[in-house]
């Protein structure tokens, strides 16, 4: 077997544990393998920052990334959006919206980007790094042209449902967060972002109800208390 053939099958083993299994562990030590073995292989690391994103191990995914980055200059879509993502979970919340720019603008039909920039802006208000106002309502209108996009990506609705809970509009933010459960049932955010609203607005048996049904069930990314 080729040293090609085995690092395309190690990155592959390394996907199934990450988004299959959501063995998290397994599948960055087969994806660590993979850049041992192609040191100058820009899409391996590429993956193990996704790997390392989806185990909440941030720091690391940024060393990554800009590994990925030096290696191939002419990087598409993914990689500065995973790069904003890796910034946002690190509090570097203008870093991660100005990937997030950079991403939307190699693909403007990319919702990710348009979910993690608006998330991010919402974060930095909250931590006081934009108190503006002005940052909620820019942030609601990036989700919105997301949706208009498409409608039925529910990381969309759950992100606006956050930012109309911080905009204190609370039926608002209920609606877009029963949408992004409706959409996505099974999803421990959704229904954990529910709970939250609901807790906010004072319903406290549903809030429960809805926290119960988030602890059953498994969150696609480990938990450290961030969406996306």
Request: glycine share 6%; hydrophobic share 45%.
């Given at each position: 077997?080729?040293?090609?053939?085995?690092?395309?099958?190690?990155?592959?083993?390394?996907y199934?544990?990450?988004?299959?299994g959501?063995?998290?562990?397994q599948?960055?030590?087969e994806?660590?393998?993979?850049?041992?073995l192609?040191?100058?292989?820009?899409?391996?690391?590429?993956?193990?920052a996704?790997g390392?994103?989806l185990?909440?191990?941030?720091a690391?995914?940024?060393?990554?990334?800009?590994?990925?980055?030096?290696?191939?200059?002419?990087?598409?879509?993914?990689?500065p959006?995973n790069?904003?993502?890796a910034y946002?979970?690190?509090?570097?919340?203008?870093?991660?919206?100005?990937?997030?720019?950079?991403?939307?603008?190699?693909n403007?039909?990319f919702?990710?980007a348009?979910?993690?920039l608006?998330?991010?802006?919402?974060?930095?208000?909250?931590?006081?790094?934009?108190p503006?106002a002005?940052t909620?309502e820019e942030?609601?209108?990036?989700v919105?042209?997301a949706?208009?996009?498409?409608?039925?990506?529910?990381?969309?609705?759950?992100?606006?449902?956050?930012?109309?809970?911080?905009?204190q509009?609370?039926?608002r933010?209920?609606?877009?967060?029963?949408?992004a459960?409706?959409?996505?049932?099974t999803?421990?955010?959704?229904?954990a972002?529910?709970?939250e609203?609901?807790?906010?607005?004072g319903r406290?048996?549903e809030a429960?109800?809805?926290?119960?049904?988030?602890?059953?069930?498994?969150?696609?990314?480990?938990?450290?208390?961030?969406?996306?």
């Amino acid at each position: 077997m080729s040293k090609v053939t085995v690092v395309s099958s190690g990155k592959m083993l390394g996907y199934v544990y990450l988004f299959q299994g959501r063995q998290f562990e397994q599948g960055i030590a087969e994806l660590q393998q993979s850049v041992r073995l192609a040191p100058n292989n820009a899409e391996v690391y590429f993956a193990l920052a996704e790997g390392l994103n989806l185990a909440g191990r941030p720091a690391e995914a940024l060393e990554s990334i800009h590994k990925a980055m030096r290696l191939n200059p002419h990087y598409p879509v993914g990689y500065p959006m995973n790069l904003g993502w890796a910034y946002q979970k690190t509090g570097q919340y203008a870093e991660a919206i100005a990937a997030e720019k950079d991403a939307m603008s190699r693909n403007p039909n990319f919702l990710p980007a348009y979910t993690i920039l608006a998330f991010s802006s919402r974060l930095q208000w909250l931590s006081q790094q934009s108190p503006a106002a002005q940052t909620l309502e820019e942030a609601v209108a990036v989700v919105q042209r997301a949706l208009a996009i498409n409608d039925s990506y529910r990381v969309s609705h759950l992100v606006l449902g956050y930012l109309h809970l911080s905009q204190q509009q609370y039926e608002r933010a209920l609606a877009e967060m029963e949408r992004a459960v409706a959409l996505a049932p099974t999803m421990a955010e959704s229904n954990a972002a529910l709970a939250e609203g609901l807790s906010d607005m004072g319903r406290t048996e549903e809030a429960l109800e809805a926290a119960a049904q988030a602890l059953r069930l498994k969150p696609e990314v480990a938990d450290d208390g961030q969406v996306p």
